[in-house]
């Protein structure tokens, strides 16, 4: 499944178009907030497929029948470029447990690339609902690798994963391997570079958001 958070018009749109534009780019703090407000909205809409139980509330002046969420989830990160979306899940599921997983291109001379997996920091996944934090879903390759990876510290009983912008590419990739995860995405773009960068996209998240390497 995969839902494109900005189908229907929402100031959702205008965070989008600020970190795509090349003139609102040079302010670091401003993309890395976006990309925080685009986290907590998606953090809401999650919310709103997850259990809630019942609960009564003591207030000043009576009891009322409250609904809290049912199971605090765990949101994971891949380091670097997630952190702002992360940022911004975690201001809303501000009880969730966390998981950070370094995940990198290592590029050849000849233009291809692999992913490299070298950290990994999480709880036990076991039956637990994992939110996943990656601004650009581009040929879904780290992301199926970093599923695999975070697999061995247990199975979640769902996965989604969070991104600002995702190429139709990636999508299908990562259905292909992981049927069942839920796509959450600011906005869907049709093309890929041969150097697996999103077209129009917004050039490279990371460096945007802390400065290239
Ligand atoms: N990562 C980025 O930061 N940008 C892309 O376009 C693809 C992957």
Known sequence: MVVNLSKHYSLLSDWISEIRNVDVQNDRMRFRRNLERIGEVAAYEISRTLPFEQVETQTPLGTSNSKLLQYQPV????LRAGMPLHAGLLNYFDKADN???SAY??????????ISMEYISCPDLEDRILIIADPMLATGASLVKTIQFLREEGKPREIHIV????CTVGIEYVHRSEPNVKIWCGAIDEELTAKGYIVP????????AFGSK
């Open 163 to 166: 991104c600002a912008i995702a």
């Open 105 to 114: 291109r290592k590029h050849h001379p000849d233009g291809s690339f692999e």
């Open 201 to 208: 996209g917004l050039g490279d998240a990371g460096d945007l």
């Open 99 to 101: 998981a950070f997983i």
């Open 75 to 78: 949101l994971a990160t891949i």
